[in-house]
């Protein structure tokens, strides 16, 4: 009898869960679902004449291969570099207990800076790294010309700066929580049963570290994998997915080049959602040991 | 690790982030040009007339206001679907919570690019009138901020432990419209405040939705802006650079009080 009334006390619950859950879900199907489908279907029909996956073949040819080849380098670049400068500092952060005021400062600033991306950002390194930007003539003065190194902000090495000053605020804020998951009682534990500081980390610090930072990583990588406005803003023509899509999408191009631009796109979704799902599973890893 | 390795580390990186921003700085409230910039020259010709010049722009004026008025629908867009479906999976539906936090993180994974032609192509032929107006951009912004909004919301509910509370009120006879008005919302004010000012530091740092719409907001005004009249143009991305910050040091400050535990990362 009791167990019944608590079964059925659930499923009313439940049904007043999904009723609010209307809106949301249209809204949901609307303006996220349904236009993903659309583009994903139209990818996979080019020129509405059945199913081909010509379309997303092209996608992958000639100046398009490039556009993919020039944002996976960039974003693994950014990604490894800014990961382990972001992953440093939180080491180093921990390892610091004084000043107090540097441990807020930085968080607050990390939390900022890791969402600075977009036009500002890239105003603020024209004006440092430009042609007429002051570091440029700064060490200009000092007889280097770092243009010979390829920074410039519409240069590779450029943008890898440019990102890296969204990159390793975002890795501090990540690699924070699993960092203070590793608690000193382990590193005493191992230190009593003879093992070397060497002989912890390989066995225990890093394993336990390495959910935490593959996740990190990867999460840098897809965030400037798909950002958009710092790249626009500093170099429109350039040869990277999110402007190529731009480009074939805007009607800059002769019609029919809108199934191209569909395809990358699909490709683009394929990308992100495969790195989602391995984001998740690192995560769940990560909270094993960050979870108290 | 050494004490000189460290605090190399930290002085280098603190470089790194402070230079660009005095370089933009520099170059916005200084009229001497780089080339001419010496030992004694680097004190002469600051002024704030950029600033000025930008404020008496009347185009600015309206950019800035269609940015503060997207931010504020874009939060009671994002309330009025959120806060609602939050609460009820929290205290009467927790199965539906996995779904959720899955769904809220889908709009990460479509870039905006696609986001806007798979819209425009939907609404091209039904309703068009749609994507003419400037506010057609509330909801792009809704969903893109999701992520974040859903889980500073999400954060609060499970900081208060929301069930618990629910059922203690219910204990002593209130009723569903008192524990949700008296005990629950009071107890979120933090995280609303959160989410809130995070969608509008989203907002008024968004650019790839409005230039691909050619809607004219503060971002999309800033960069056309910035062509004609470089100096204005960066002092008002220096302003609007340091109103971003502000408003999401309100957030970082507001959680932590709280002692809430909020991913404000990704995108």
Redesign the interface.
């Known amino acids: 009898m009791r167990s019944r009334q608590l079964f059925s006390q659930t499923n009313s619950d439940t049904r007043i869960g999904l009723y609010v859950a209307i809106p949301f879900v249209l809204f949901m199907g609307l303006f996220l679902i349904y236009p993903t489908v659309a583009i994903v279907g139209s990818a996979l029909s080019p020129g509405e004449s059945g199913f081909s996956l010509i379309g997303l073949g092209n996608a992958l040819s000639g100046s398009y291969r490039q556009g993919f080849l020039n944002s996976t380098a960039l974003a693994a670049t950014t990604a490894l570099i800014g990961g382990v400068l972001g992953l440093t500092l939180a080491a180093i952060m921990r390892s610091l207990d004084r000043p107090r005021w540097l441990h807020s400062t930085l968080d607050s600033w990390s939390a900022v800076a890791s969402q600075l991306g977009g036009v500002p950002l890239a105003f603020a390194f024209i004006a440092a790294i430009g042609t007429q930007g002051l570091l440029t003539k700064l060490f200009g003065q000092l007889g280097i010309d770092i243009n010979d190194f390829g920074i410039s902000p519409t240069g590779f090495w450029g943008l890898v700066v440019v990102y890296l000053y969204f990159q390793i605020p975002l890795m501090f804020l990540v690699s924070l929580p699993a960092l203070n998951g590793l608690r000193k009682t382990w590193r005493e534990a191992a230190a009593l049963m003879g093992a070397s500081p060497t002989r912890y980390w390989l066995r225990v610090g890093i394993p336990i570290l390495a959910p935490a930072a593959l996740g990190g990583m990867l999460l840098l990588f897809v965030n400037s994998f798909a950002a958009y406005a710092t790249a626009y803003v500093l170099d429109p023509g350039g040869a990277l997915v999110p402007l190529q899509i731009r480009f074939l999408l805007q009607g800059n191009v002769i019609s029919g080049e809108e199934d191209l631009g569909y395809a990358i796109v699909t490709w683009v979704i394929a990308l992100l959602l495969a790195s989602l799902f391995l984001l998740t599973y690192l995560q769940r890893r990560t909270l094993r040991w960050t979870r108290s | 690790?050494t004490k000189v390795f460290?605090w190399g580390?930290?002085i280098v990186?603190a470089l790194?982030?402070v230079?660009?921003?005095?370089?933009?700085a520099?170059?916005a409230f200084q009229s001497v040009?780089?080339?001419l910039?010496t030992g004694e020259t680097w004190l002469k010709g600051w002024s704030i007339d950029p600033i000025i010049a930008a404020s008496t722009e009347p185009a600015m004026w309206t950019a800035a206001r269609t940015s503060a008025l997207l931010a504020v629908f874009t939060i009671i867009l994002t309330l009025?679907?959120?806060l609602?479906?939050a609460i009820?999976?929290e205290i009467?539906?927790p199965?539906?919570r996995p779904w959720l936090t899955a769904?809220t993180?889908?709009?990460?994974?479509?870039?905006?690019?696609?986001?806007v032609?798979?819209?425009s192509?939907?609404f091209r032929t039904g309703a068009p009138w749609f994507l003419a107006s400037v506010f057609s951009l509330v909801?792009?912004y809704?969903?893109w901020a999701m992520p974040f909004t859903y889980r500073a919301l999400d954060a609060g509910l499970q900081a208060i432990s929301a069930r618990t509370l629910y059922e203690a009120a219910r204990s002593t006879g209130a009723s569903f419209p008192t524990i949700i008005l008296r005990v629950i919302l009071p107890n979120m004010k933090a995280s609303i405040v959160a989410a809130a000012a995070l969608t509008t530091?989203?907002v008024l740092?968004?650019?790839?939705f409005a230039?691909?719409l050619l809607k004219e907001t503060l971002?999309t005004f800033?960069?056309n802006f910035?062509q004609s009249q470089a100096r204005a143009?960066?002092a008002l991305?220096?302003i609007?650079?340091i109103f971003?910050?502000l408003a999401?040091?309100i957030?970082?400050?507001t959680l932590?009080r709280r002692g809430l535990?909020v991913q404000?990362?990704?995108?």
């Open positions: 690790m460290k580390f930290l990186l790194f982030f230079v660009p921003l005095l370089a933009m520099r170059f040009p780089v080339a910039l009025v679907l959120l609602p479906l009820v999976t009467k539906a199965r539906m769904l993180l889908l709009p990460w994974v479509v870039p905006p690019i696609a986001l032609v798979g819209v192509v939907t909801p792009f809704a969903l530091a989203l740092g968004e650019f790839a230039s691909l971002p800033m960069v910035q143009g960066l991305a220096l609007i650079l971003t910050a999401i040091g957030v970082v400050r932590r535990n404000t990362t990704g995108l």
